[in-house]
């Protein structure tokens, strides 16, 4: 059997967004950021005021190597689509708390289970910023 020069990498995701959605976050002053997609709306944007948007057909994993409990999923989504603003270079590793903290308010929002909303939070502090790290520098 012949050895492929390359591989394709290919990811299923749990979730896809059925319509887009935005929502005010705590992240503000960090210019107006976008993850560029095929057409003119981003896949994601954060605009310097704090509004995150997503757009239709967002693809996320849930919470990540973890069950979703009911109660997870909106948390989840808005926390990789932050996630993913800092892995493209575009939020600074001072901002992945806030980041953070809008998953926690989410849980909580959402009534995700108290042994959730506590295990999860604190899976993300201490194990998220592997996740997060930007393959490039910050760009300016």
């Not at 560029?36 to 709306?41: A, C, L, V, Y």
């Not at 992945?96 to 939070?121: E, G, H």
């Amino acid at each position: 059997m012949e050895n492929p020069d390359k591989f394709e990498f290919q990811c299923i995701y749990k979730y896809r967004l059925p319509k887009g959605v935005s929502e005010q976050t705590d992240l503000r002053g960090y210019g107006d950021l976008a993850i560029p997609s095929h057409d003119e709306t981003p896949w994601v944007a954060l605009s310097n005021d704090g509004v995150l948007s997503i757009r239709a057909e967002y693809s996320w994993d849930g919470c990540t190597m973890v069950p979703d409990p009911p109660g997870t999923q909106r948390a989840s989504l808005y926390h990789d689509a932050l996630y993913q603003l800092h892995r493209e270079g575009l939020l600074p590793p001072r901002a992945r708390k806030q980041s953070d903290v809008v998953f926690k308010r989410y849980l909580v929002r959402d009534r995700a289970p108290w042994w959730a909303r506590l295990l999860y939070y604190r899976g993300v502090r201490v194990f998220g910023g592997a996740f997060a790290r930007a393959a490039e520098p910050i760009k300016t």
